[in-house]
């Protein structure tokens, strides 16, 4: 079946950098966009920005631009999210899905808890 | 940057009621809205797109209209596995979410 499944658990320093993977299965991972959002706990959803496999082409939110690198490997239909100079305030369950034009189609991952803590 | 408000933060209705949530814009997105719901410890599913087409095995039940800047999500009759949380998203420029109605049982 069409899935997404996510890296397990992350616990960093503030200050580091985590990288985060989605892996697809079940269709042809180049044919759809990969967005992430990310949803701290007890709050709302926030986009993070896009991906396009087939052509590498990345969107991101202006929040996170700068601090944010949405890359892939088309050989293991794998696409990642790397967040930079983590601060207390990144702590949230970072989800992956798949999208067409912007709309978040689904599946989505399971979501990866990320923690920033000293 | 656009700015979704929904309103009410949550929302209080009984089983087999109708539920009528809101999203306004704070400029136009045209029909470039969707809506997703989300249960506790779930992902988010996608439940209606361009504003009113409903996305593949949602009920009938759910129903969107709205176009521009104000937005409405509709449920014709509540069901138990409706209780939860939805937003709505614009696309119309990049991506942006509202801040969630909770659809609680009375």
């Known amino acids: 079946q069409v899935q997404l499944v996510q890296s397990g658990a992350e616990v960093k320093k503030p200050g580091a950098s985590v990288k985060v993977s989605c892996k697809a299965s079940g269709y042809t991972f180049t044919s759809y966009d990969i967005n992430w959002v990310r949803q701290a706990t007890g709050q709302g959803l926030e986009w993070m920005g896009w991906?396009?496999?087939?052509?590498?082409?990345?969107g991101y939110a202006q929040k996170f631009q700068g601090r944010v690198t949405m890359t892939r490997n088309t050989s293991i239909s794998t696409a990642y999210m790397e967040l930079s100079s983590l601060r207390s305030e990144d702590t949230a369950v970072y989800y992956c899905?798949?999208?067409?034009?912007?709309?978040?189609?689904?599946?989505w991952g399971q979501g990866t808890l990320v923690t920033v803590s000293s | 940057e656009i700015v979704m408000t929904q309103s009410p933060a949550t929302l209080s209705v009984s089983p087999g009621e109708r539920a009528t949530l809101s999203c306004r814009a704070s400029q136009s997105v045209s029909s470039n809205l969707a809506w997703y719901q989300q249960k506790p410890g779930q992902a988010p599913r996608l439940l209606i797109y361009?504003?009113?087409t409903r996305a593949t095995g949602i009920p009938a039940r759910f129903s969107g209209s709205g176009s521009g800047t104000e937005f409405t999500l509709t449920i014709s009759s509540l069901q138990s596995e409706d209780f939860a949380v939805y937003y709505c998203?614009?696309?119309?420029?990049?991506?942006?979410f509202g801040q969630g109605t909770k659809l609680e049982i009375k």
């Open positions: 998203q614009q696309y119309n420029n990049r991506v942006a």
């Open positions: 361009g504003a009113s």
């Open positions: 991906m396009n496999p087939n052509s590498g082409n990345t």
């Open positions: 899905a798949r999208g067409d034009s912007n709309v978040l189609t689904g599946p």
